[in-house]
């Protein structure tokens, strides 16, 4: 972590039509950048404070209740009294009775029994057979039929079929004795064998799903540089679609009051029930309903014309982005391999910290616990946080990649001959920004604590019978969850005002906040119509691996397969998971693509001295659409002079009939547009 003894942020002055801010860049958030080190260095030390304290193996292989653990040679302890014994070769734990685990005394045993024995002839049998001896230690195997049986032994009540699940012995029917608990999860999955079938149905495609997963990955990547050509399909679509169904359906419910009224009113007085005459209220309520939110969608559609247009040229441009960085469509692959090492690392962790403590004898029964010290008690929450707020900082740096990466595109004069942006982009990262980075993950961090404390306590409170209680725990949860998802849309527009001009968090979530607010119906267009085009990319990626499946499936033509929608249904899975995480690189890009065409009009006027950065076609659409919004200016100019004054019109034209030679005055339509406010209006 790079950062340096510096303070600051560049500015965001113009130097001749260059911006500063992408080549001159001080450190940010210096201090956030400190205290998530030496939050992590608390980390490590929790860490190595469990692998060397904590024995893990008693978390795999189990202990018994005098605190020797299965499968090991043990230490006695003090005052236990068959403790200290070799169990190498007994690596199973058994209950003494599996109804009630946590009183019951555990013993280690070479075998967990595999049938059901009612009496202590048939576990003496059991012993004498197997040699695995299911009563306590001191207890000889001609002593087992005259023993005790209970809770505390040294026998056990009943022993139950069993089988090995963790080294411990689960008894195999264990609907048996906690049927009040999972009664629903036997009604739902009654038939073992059909669960059977669809695990097996499972193995035997699971070169399908292989091949569907590969098919699900090429069509999610092709999806990237062909969802620009889609888009302005799409939006075609959606104009045609939304303006021509909504009228459709106001139509079709004037017309049905229409029918309900005239067939009601044709009715004796005596037959016009109240429940006909609400009926037709109720349509004649929808239809006037549907008639305003049609006429608002039309007026909504004619308004955000021109931005939807700009959205188009948006994906346009984003595709020719990752076209000319197609190693970015990786980069969620990194991303999700390095969250997954950092998950396996805190759930090691986890475990090592539930593995410490000393032997404790229980008051009570006299069996041997391990309690974790009540410090180590808090290291749980501790990394717990920790968990949350790295994965969090994860993802942000993975934004902020994708962020710098088409900003350093965007703002590239020669970009044919730009190379290495992703490594350009990682390296500034690590040089400058990943205060910026923790800082926003902390924001989110503030967020989800409170929320997860607020679902403890609703599931706490879940068999209450405070209406009240839950339904206010109920909406500050909603609350929390609307601030959480504000806040991530900040965050992310933040990390690429960042990327643009390598400023604190801050600042640039601020400065991130005027631009969506000033471009509202920019952002409307590209959240609205942009989300709904990547949906219908997914549902693509999706419909055509399930499709490609079905496929292979009945080529192979296997009998033995015999429920072909879970093969089918894993692979749309993967094909889901797959599209979205290519998908969200495009819509990072557009994002990213929209700030730096903010950015660009602010600083850059398009004169010699401050050309514009943008791409020529981008520049194309932003003249034609800026030309024809003047004409239209000058017409309604015209025509609002001829209305107050029909002299206007011959004192508009008399200069250029006294002119013959062209030293009147000109025309103001052919007069020169301005490129900084043609790149505006737009």
Not at 2 to 7: F, N, R, V
Not at 56 to 61: A, E, G, L, N
Not at 126 to 145: K, N, V
Not at 425 to 442: E, K, N, P, Q
Request: charged share 20%; net charge negative; glycine share 6%.
């Amino acid at each position: 972590m790079a950062c340096g003894p510096c303070m600051g942020a560049a500015g965001d002055e113009p130097d001749g039509g260059k911006l500063q801010p992408i080549a001159k860049r001080s450190c940010t958030d210096i201090l956030c950048c400190f205290l998530f080190i030496v939050f992590w260095v608390g980390m490590l030390l929790i860490a190595a404070y469990s692998i060397l304290f904590g024995n893990v193996f008693r978390i795999i292989y189990g202990y018994d209740s005098f605190g020797n653990i299965c499968s090991m040679e043990n230490e006695p302890i003090e005052g236990v009294e068959l403790s200290g014994m070799d169990m190498t070769n007994k690596s199973r734990v058994f209950f003494m009775d599996i109804r009630d685990p946590v009183r019951s005394m555990e013993i280690c045993v070479s075998q967990c029994p595999d049938e059901m024995l009612n009496t202590n002839e048939e576990v003496k049998d059991f012993a004498t057979e197997t040699g695995s001896r299911l009563c306590r230690y001191d207890i000889d195997t001609s002593e087992y039929p005259t023993a005790d049986q209970g809770l505390d032994g040294p026998c056990p009540e009943v022993v139950y079929e069993s089988k090995n699940i963790i080294n411990r012995c689960v008894p195999v029917q264990l609907e048996e004795f906690v049927r009040e608990f999972i009664d629903n999860v036997i009604e739902a999955l009654n038939s073992a064998e059909l669960i059977s079938k669809a695990l097996a149905d499972v193995y035997m495609a699971r070169w399908a799903i292989l091949a569907m997963c590969v098919i699900a990955l090429v069509l999610a990547f092709l999806m990237v540089f062909l969802i620009h050509i889609v888009a302005q399909i799409v939006v075609w679509l959606i104009y045609i679609i939304s303006v021509v169904g909504s009228i459709a359906g106001t139509v079709a419910l004037w017309i049905t009051w229409k029918m309900k009224k005239d067939m009601f009113e044709q009715l004796p007085e005596l037959e016009q029930l109240d429940a006909a005459s609400r009926n037709v209220q109720a349509f004649l309520i929808y239809s006037i309903l549907a008639t305003v939110f049609t006429v608002i969608l039309c007026l909504v559609i004619l308004v955000m014309r021109k931005r939807i247009a700009f959205t188009v040229e948006l994906y346009h441009q984003a595709g020719k982005a990752l076209s000319a960085m197609p190693l970015l469509l990786i980069q969620p692959v990194w991303t999700f391999l390095i969250l997954a090492v950092f998950f396996i690392y805190v759930a090691a962790v986890f475990v090592f910290i539930s593995a410490t403590g000393h032997p404790t004898v229980m008051n009570d029964t006299g069996y041997v616990t391990y309690d974790p010290p009540s410090p180590v008690r808090h290291f749980w929450w501790y990394h717990a946080v920790g968990f949350i707020w790295t994965a969090e900082f994860i993802l942000a740096c993975h934004q902020f990649v994708i962020a710098a990466s088409v900003a350093d595109w965007y703002f590239t004069r020669e970009k044919k001959k730009y190379s290495s942006p992703i490594l350009k982009a990682i390296g500034r990262l690590t040089s400058y920004h990943l205060g910026s980075m923790v800082f926003g993950a902390f924001i989110i961090l503030l967020v989800k604590i409170p929320r997860a404390i607020l679902l403890y306590i609703q599931y706490k409170l879940k068999d209450s019978a405070n209406e009240v209680a839950k339904c206010v725990l109920k909406c500050l949860s909603c609350c929390l969850y609307c601030l959480e998802k504000f806040l991530k849309y900040i965050n992310e527009n933040a990390y690429i005002i960042i990327a643009i001009e390598g400023g604190g968090f801050c600042n640039s979530a601020r400065k991130a906040l005027i631009i969506l607010l000033s471009n509202s119906l920019r952002v409307a267009a590209i959240n609205c119509v942009g989300d709904f085009v990547l949906f219908l990319g997914k549902l693509t990626v999706v419909a055509l691996t399930a499709v490609s499946g079905l496929l292979i499936m009945g080529f192979q033509d296997d009998p033995r397969l015999i429920f072909y929608a879970i093969p089918v249904g894993i692979g749309s899975i993967f094909a889901y998971i797959f599209a979205s995480c290519f998908l969200s690189v495009y819509e990072m890009a557009v994002d990213t693509l929209l700030l730096c065409f903010c950015e660009d009009t602010r600083i850059n006027d398009g004169s010699a001295e401050k050309p514009y950065f943008m791409d020529k076609s981008l520049m194309e659409f932003v003249s034609k659409s800026s030309k024809k919004m003047n004409k239209k200016k000058k017409k309604s100019d015209k025509e609002d002079e001829t209305d107050a004054d029909p002299a206007a019109v011959r004192l508009h034209e008399s200069p250029e009939k006294s002119s013959p030679t062209g030293d009147g005055p000109r025309d103001e339509v052919d007069a020169p547009l301005d490129p900084a406010k043609e790149a505006k209006e737009v």
